[in-house]
């Protein structure tokens, strides 16, 4: 185990690589960085309060005046730039997520690859920001739509993707004409300070509007400034259920706009067909990756009865060997829980479960690991339940997968759809007509519905959210862009008379 003076020099080593000057927090507010590598802080950095959101969202507002009307293309090539930044500093942002929430190396380093494949997708975007022509019904005129961007994006993100998701909504943002305001968990300060570090650079380097960007670090209590504020047009906003029922009203109430990202209580079906050595893989990466602190985290396994006990035997035996430790080290795959509440909400989840009939078959142990006591490591835990308890439809953010037998494809639907999250689902089945009856309407009602992989492993191509009280919004790819967007519909008349539309007449 790195001591925690190596964490925290190694942490400052690479904020000053992205060009952070981390100046004493002084008298004001104050964010403390913790690893959950080992329980210790790592640095302290200054942090605004609700009037310094306010004023943040003023600035923003002023550069957005500005900033929407710089042509498209212009705008992509700003985002085109920061890609390649980004690329330059891949190492560095990789650690940093890598001591602020416990990722081992290849899934750190794969958020950070995430950043610059929004990057891309976001300067091809630049280009298609396309509206519809309609044909009219009235002689010499023209219908169509045009996209417009709507203002200020406030943008709120959690600790376990502290840079991907933040990076789908405000590539996209900033290409759509939008400024963006961010605040960040209070759990991972330094990714936001070296993210914005490096956008601030490209930002100055293109000539652009200094505060179509702001970084607003910040604890939890300041976070309704930004929500309740007149001029922020768009929330996006991720993390639980219960923030997104507190979020969601209030943005509503003053009539703006929010694209919610929130709980997953995802399943996997797996038929009598499956290949269970692919099942296996998928399942125990969707389940285990990360800890289990995945929004998209597999956390239910629907099986057929002919084959879940050699599914829960072949599961309990990967659990059982999974290198738990340092993420740090080449050779781990799962590292910590972000803190002491995450391991009391699974110890509490499981005692549940198993008080519901359900039978712990492996995992669920505290790990120690040397010179970490602070830190909350724990072996996957598998529990087979006889049925879908109260326990089971909440979401734990906790490496917990419960699995429970079915009978009939329509009652394996049935278990999958019946939680009330609705984000990612999947079936491991080699027969087209159980496969397409998952992905039809009378299927899985989840907004990612997947065919032989796991829930988790979204890619930046595609919409990505859920629905129900997963929040109902779309982020990433597709069309998603048209959540920072306002839509009008336009009439044009190139002819001499003026007819009415219905056949209307006020002569």
Known sequence: ????????????????????????????????????????????VPALDAAGIDAAVARAHEAFLTWRSV???????????????????????????????????????????EMIDICDFALGLSRQLEGRTMPSERPGHRLMETWHPRGVVGVISAFNFPVAVWAWNTTIALVCGNSVVWKPSERTPLTALACSALLGQVIAEEGAPADIHILAV?????????????LAAV????????????????????????????????????????????????????AAGTAGQRCTSLRRVIAHESVVDDLVARVADVYARLRIGDPIADDVLVGPLIDAGSFERMQASIAEAVAAGGTLVVGGERVEVAGAPDAYYVRPALVRMPEQADVVRRETFAPILYVMSYDTLDHAIAL????????????????????????????????????????????????????????????????????????????????????????????
């Open 416 to 507: 999958q759809n019946g939680v009330p999250q609705g984000l990612s689902s999947s079936i491991f089945t080699l027969d087209q007509r159980e496969a397409e009856t998952f992905m039809s309407s009378a299927g899985s009602d989840c907004g990612i519905v997947n065919v032989n992989i796991g829930t988790s492993g979204a890619e930046i191509g595609g919409a990505f959210g859920g629905e129900k009280t997963t929040g109902g919004g779309r982020e990433s790819g597709s069309d998603a862009w048209r959540g920072y967007m306002r839509r009008a519909t336009n009439t044009v008349n190139y002819s001499h008379d003026l007819p009415l539309a219905q056949g209307v007449s006020f002569e």
């Open 235 to 286: 929330i996006s906003a991720t993390g639980s259920e219960r923030m997104g029922a507190e979020v969601g009203p209030r943005v509503a109430a003053r009539f703006g706009h929010s694209i919610l990202e929130l709980g997953g209580n995802n399943a996997a079906i797996v038929a009598p067909s499956a290949d269970l050595d692919l099942a296996v893989r998928g399942i125990v990466f969707a």
């Open 1 to 44: 185990m790195t001591s925690s003076a190596s964490l925290a020099d190694q942490s400052l080593r690479a904020l000053t690589a992205c060009g952070v000057d981390l100046a004493p927090a002084g008298t004001g507010a104050t964010v403390t960085s913790r690893s959950p590598i080992d329980g210790s802080d790592l640095l302290t």
């Open 218 to 230: 910040a604890e939890r209590d300041a976070g309704p400034a930004l929500v309740d504020h007149p």
């Open 71 to 113: 042509p498209a293309p212009l705008r992509g090539h700003l985002i085109r730039t920061f890609g390649r930044k980004l690329e330059e500093h891949k190492e560095d942002l990789a650690d940093l997520v890598q001591l602020e929430v416990g990722k081992i190396r290849s899934e750190a380093l794969g958020e950070v690859q």
